[in-house]
């Protein structure tokens, strides 16, 4: 039995990250051991803690992720391809997760009014005016604004027995700067910087600054280095300062420095906030300008809990690598606005600042939030199981406009920490919780199968898909809706429109009906939800759920709908035949964009079913493959879990205008050239045709498709997901895991492990492996397993050409060895005396040259041209680089050497003079000048070297290796005259 293994690393998705490989599989053999790296798509699920938003729509057709692994052929043989068995190694990959586990609600005491604020208390159901916090980390608050544009800020503050308080940020709640944040800036409010005098920074204002002199409203220019600053002096309150906003022409990189006073006792001491621990965030006003708000209150709050005196001492603005005169020509930075922190300014004062409580908000449709408030570090004050006080209060975020807010709900609840949980896992509990299901994954056993008994899910999400999926690009785009007659009804006419945040519906009017065509019989021991995801519009008003008998035309039930969270539905009537969502607005025109909206069915009671086997509504896409036959056109999913919801594709009409129906619904009648069509499809597996007709008796245009996708959400467990998408694909065919047992799915699930795909080929010339994206595991490895025998000679190295061979090591020592003897031989032939004299002729002129004393002008002239020519040599070794570069670089060596023959008088008796020794030694023998030249060109070329210079460094090693070698002739016994070592040549 042989086995051939391809490896590949398997990273571990960790909130957006790639982590380090998971556990190294089997090596490849020596011949094929390459280091491959197929790097998989990283996982990132907003995963939330209390209602999770709807799950990104799961691509059945995924596209192969990063280089294919290349198989060499030949293997087996060399006629046909192998049949064998393809195994794959996948591990589950992790995110950060925490799920919500238990809830408590809260009683809201009546609001009274403070100001321009409103203030209530929170207490338990039984009665009490305190909370206990032991049990429960976080305080949800379901608010609902008077005017979406003006936010409510809601500040919630615990006090413990012992006094001390707890408050989160009410600067979370605004998620939006618009007009109304414009119209509340004022001169109270606001400092003025583009419009106001700039100055130079003086010594008199310095003088003013340290001693805390009274100040103009000048703003002091200064330039350091490659940065320009701009600063004013202020002497504002900053107790009740939330945060300080710098509204800019246009997104600019300004760092804002902030200096303020905190001891009453000494007014002069100044401390500056750390820019780098502030947390900061960037806003787009509807002009086009861009405010960079600064959270000065959650600083202060952080570190300074109890502060009951805090005072604004000086703002500077640093422009990084601006110059002065451009950051004085652009004027970027317009004006500063101070925002109050939405605490009250009494209680701050009285009590001092509170302690931070991390804040989270949402905001499901416009005029609707959702505050989560953590408690922890409150119940950690008061003890284990303590009480603590709970205030709230509202107010809106510019006082001076109409606005305001009431909380609609309060509760206590227990969130799960955040910890390392198998995507899946965390993917499931997402879904089946956004549907009013109550799951517990950490139980084998904790699965709760959801039913969808009508489902709309457009086949747009928030996010924006590949190109690939249809549905590329952000531009908007006209929808024309077929097989849908009367899925959405108004006072007015209804246009659809694709954007970035779904399928936008507009019209004009007071209200929008959405059909919801769901005829069933309410069972027992099942609940019932209505799920509504939306996205924002300034002029909705309200959403409820009218659910009608049959031959009814007045609604037996009305149910209000909060967007964002499964809405439950008690009391339905023995019978539904029908349900309708109507959205009421404020405005004379609406325009909504539509997520998902779903009815389901879960049962009642704790959960009991197999995290596998729970069947969940799963958001499912396939591209559709196209069939063409006697002039009919059909589309079919290429991959299916059952029947498909939509059929949405981009088109192009050329010629007349056309009606388009799919599968025999309602036709669609565009009235551009191009944009979508989204087709409603019947609840049948299938291929679906479509049919174009002219309009009248006008000829019909000619449609075509552009990337059609199928998209749905059918009832299936993981199971059947995990088996339907493939994971590789090996000499062009594809290979899915097919079904999975339970047992091999909890497997799977809690570490790495090996998973068999079945039948496979693996072709007799060379091949490819492509591994493809899965939201839940990574491939690490890959195993093609046959009983055909492996020709290990396929392995062997090939035999060298003998017209393409070279000397051996062997071949190369007996030459050399040959080379010696006959050198031998020779020196035995000629004779020791006339071989010496021939020898002696050879080197007395060069071993001459080297020991006499140059002249004056032997010096200038060796310096001139020698130095030139090694100067020239490096420079040619550093432009040509290679061989060429190698040999210039050693001429230009030995091209220093008689640089150093002409300098080596001066210098030797430069260092004599120092150290009188070396001179004793530098006279002791011939060649020891030279030996001085290699010292001190290897000490230069080691210095080069820690520079960072190797070129450099290796040409001064060569010369000092010339040098050394000029030394050592300098010992060989020469009948010339010894003029440069003599003791009196060192000593000069």
Request: charged share 20%; proline share 10%.
């Amino acid at each position: 039995m042989t086995r051939c293994f391809c490896c590949s690393q398997a990273p571990v998705a960790r909130r957006g990250r790639v982590a380090g490989p998971t556990t190294r599989p089997a090596p490849l053999p020596r011949a094929l051991s390459r280091p491959w790296l197929l790097p998989l798509a990283a996982l990132c699920l907003a995963l939330g803690l209390a209602w999770p938003g709807p799950a990104t729509a799961l691509d059945l057709d995924p596209r192969p992720e990063g280089a294919p692994l290349r198989l060499p052929g030949e293997l087996f043989g060399r006629d046909q391809a192998v049949e064998g068995r393809l195994f794959v190694k996948i591990g589950p990959k992790k995110v950060k997760y925490s799920r919500v586990v238990e809830t408590a609600p809260l009683s809201l005491a009546a609001p009274s009014p403070n100001g321009p604020a409103t203030v209530q208390a929170l207490a338990e159901p039984g009665g009490g005016n305190d909370i206990p916090l032991g049990r429960f980390n976080e305080i949800g608050l379901d608010l609902r604004d008077a005017d979406p544009a003006n936010p409510t800020l809601a500040a919630l503050t615990l006090r413990a027995p012992d006094g001390r308080t707890f408050g989160s940020d009410p600067l979370e709640c605004v998620e939006h700067l618009g007009q109304t944040y414009l119209d509340g800036l004022t001169p109270d409010n606001t400092a003025e910087i583009a419009t106001a005098t700039w100055a130079d920074k003086n010594a008199l204002y310095l003088a003013r600054r340290v001693l805390d002199l009274p100040f103009d409203d000048l703003w002091r220019t200064t330039q350091d280095g490659p940065s320009t600053f701009l600063q004013r002096r202020f002497d504002r309150d900053a107790l009740d300062l939330g945060a300080v906003d710098v509204i800019l022409r246009r997104p600019a990189p300004v760092q804002v420095n902030l200096v303020v006073a905190l001891d009453p006792a000494d007014p002069k001491a100044r401390t500056v906030l750390d820019w780098y621990a502030l947390a900061k965030r960037t806003f787009a006003l509807p002009d086009g300008r861009t405010v960079l708000r600064v959270y000065v209150g959650r600083y202060l709050r952080e570190r300074h809990p109890g502060l009951k005196w805090a005072r604004l001492k000086e703002i500077s603005l640093m422009f990084f690598r601006q110059g002065l005169p451009e950051v004085a020509r652009d004027r970027l930075a317009q004006r500063l606005a101070f925002i109050p922190s939405g605490f009250d300014p009494a209680a701050l004062a009285r009590d001092g600042l509170p302690g931070p409580l991390p804040t989270r908000v949402r905001e499901p449709f416009a005029g609707a939030r959702r505050v989560f408030v953590n408690t922890t570090a409150a119940a950690s004050a008061v003890g284990q199981g303590g009480p603590a006080r709970a205030e709230l209060r509202l107010s809106p975020m510019t006082a001076s406009q109409p606005g305001g807010g009431a909380a609609e709900r309060a509760y206590l609840a227990l969130s799960s920490p955040r910890r390392e949980t198998p995507a899946f896992l965390a993917a499931a509990d997402e879904l089946a919780t956004s549907l009013g299901a109550a799951p517990d994954i950490d139980r084998p056993d904790g699965g709760v199968p959801v039913t969808p008994l009508w489902s709309l899910a457009p086949p747009f999400d928030r996010t924006p898909r590949r190109a690939a999926d249809g549905f590329g690009g952000l531009t908007d785009e006209p929808v024309y809706l077929a097989g849908a007659p009367g899925l959405f009804t108004g006072t007015g006419e209804i246009r659809y429109f694709r954007a970035a945040s779904g399928l936008v519906v507009e019209g004009t009017g007071a209200r929008l009906d959405m059909a919801v065509a769901a005829a069933f019989a309410p069972a027992a021991g099942l609940n019932h939800f209505f799920r509504l995801d939306i996205g924002r519009d300034p002029g909705l008003a309200g959403v409820e759920l009218l659910v009608y008998a049959p031959g009814q035309t007045e609604p037996a039930r009305t149910y209000p709908l909060l967007p964002g969270q499964p809405t439950p539905l008690p009391g339905l009537p023995a019978r539904v035949a029908r349900a309708v969502a109507r959205f009421t607005f404020t405005g004379r025109d609406f325009a909504l964009p539509v997520t998902r909206a779903m009815l389901v069915a879960a049962p009642a009671g704790p959960a009991a079913t197999g995290l596998y086997d729970a069947a969940l509504p799963w958001p499912v896409t396939s591209t559709a493959v196209t069939r063409a036959e006697a002039g009919r056109v059909s589309y079919a999913p290429g991959r299916s879990l059952g029947p498909m919801a939509w059929l949405a594709a981009g088109f192009e009409l050329v010629g007349d205008a056309a009606a388009v129906s799919v599968a025999g619904g309602a036709p669609a009648v565009p009235d551009a050239r191009s944009g979508r069509l989204m087709a409603r499809l019947p609840e049948t597996s299938g291929p679906v045709e479509l049919a174009v007709a002219g309009l009248g008796s006008q000829p019909a245009g000619q449609l075509e498709l552009v990337k059609p996708v199928f998209s749905g959400d059918p009832a299936v467990s993981w199971r059947d997901v995990f088996a339907a998408a493939p994971l590789v694909s090996l000499g062009g065919a594809d290979h899915a895991p097919g079904p999975v047992s339970e047992a091999t799915a909890a497997r799977l699930g809690s570490a790495d492990d090996w998973l068999p795909l079945g039948p496979a080929a693996l072709p007799a010339k060379a091949a490819m492996a492509r591994f493809f994206a899965h939201p839940w595991y990574g491939v690490a490895a890959l195993c093609f397993e046959t009983d055909a025998p492996l020709h290990l000679s396929r392995f062997a190295k090939p035999p060298r050409e003998a017209a393409g061979g070279g000397l051996g090591t062997l071949s190369r020592l007996l030459a050399a060895l040959a080379l010696v003897g006959g050198g031998v031989i020779a020196w035995r032939l000629v004779g020791r005396q006339r071989a010496g004299a021939v020898l002696s002729r050879l080197t007395d002129r060069p071993l001459a040259w080297l020991g006499a004393t140059p002249s004056p002008a032997d010096v200038r002239r060796d310096t001139r041209t020698f130095g030139g020519l090694a100067l020239a040599g490096v420079l040619v070794a550093l432009t040509v680089g290679g061989a060429p570069g190698r040999l210039a670089l050693a001429l230009a060596g030995l091209a220093l050497v008689p640089v150093w023959r002409a300098g080596a008088p001066r210098t030797t008796a430069a260092l004599s003079r120092r150290w009188p020794g070396l001179g004793a030694w530098i006279a002791a023998g011939p060649g020891r000048t030279y030996f001085c030249g290699f010292a001190l060109a290897l000490a230069i070329a080691a210095c080069f070297g820690g520079l960072g210079l190797p070129p450099v460094a290796e040409f001064f090693a060569q010369a000092g290796l010339y040098a050394f070698l000029a030394g050592l002739c300098r010992l060989l016994p020469t009948k010339a005259p010894n003029r440069a070592d003599t003791p009196q040549d060192a000593a000069s």
